[in-house]
């Protein structure tokens, strides 16, 4: 029970940071499920934000503080790689919008997957 609990929390850490960035950087009103709340996340979405989260808590303990030399656009290139693999693993065939590359996702996804990181780095 402990390790849901701990991947719940990271979950959320993830999923708040993801909201705060949709509603900072998106270009008008957000898709209501770009903002919704922890309950009203389904199921793979809850586990994907929660294992990213992790990955990323994992990847800043191995750097030793390092990782806080990379710039912001590596940090959100780090979480968007961790992403796609989750749409991946859920996703047998996902759309080609869901698994976009840096350069090819909108301006207001690069900047949230940005803050994203940096929230995490924060603790």
């Known amino acids: 029970m402990k390790g849901r609990a701990l991947s ?3 979950g959320r850490v993830f999923r708040e940071a993801w909201i705060a960035g949709v509603k900072k950087h998106y270009p008008g009103e957000p898709k209501p ?6 309950e009203e996340t ?3 979405e809850r ?5 990213v989260c992790e990955q990323l808590r994992a990847f ?3 750097s030793e503080g390092s990782a806080a030399k990379l710039t912001r656009e590596q940090k959100g290139r780090f979480v968007s790689l961790c992403w796609i693999a989750q749409i991946y693993k859920h ?4 759309k ?4 976009a ?3 090819e996702q909108p301006e207001w996804q690069r900047e949230t997957n940005s803050d994203i990181f940096e929230a995490v780095e924060r603790g």
């Not at 499920?33 to 922890?38: C, D, E, M, Q, T």
């Not at 996703?91 to 996902?94: A, E, Q, S, T």
């Open 33 to 38: 499920g770009y903002i919704a709340r922890w």
């Open 47 to 51: 586990q994907a934000a929660a294992t």
């Open 91 to 94: 996703f047998g065939d996902p």
């Open 60 to 62: 800043l303990q191995v």
């Open 101 to 103: 590359d840096w350069s």
């Open 42 to 44: 389904p199921e793979w």
């Open 8 to 10: 719940e929390e990271a």
């Open 96 to 99: 080609p919008s869901y698994v």
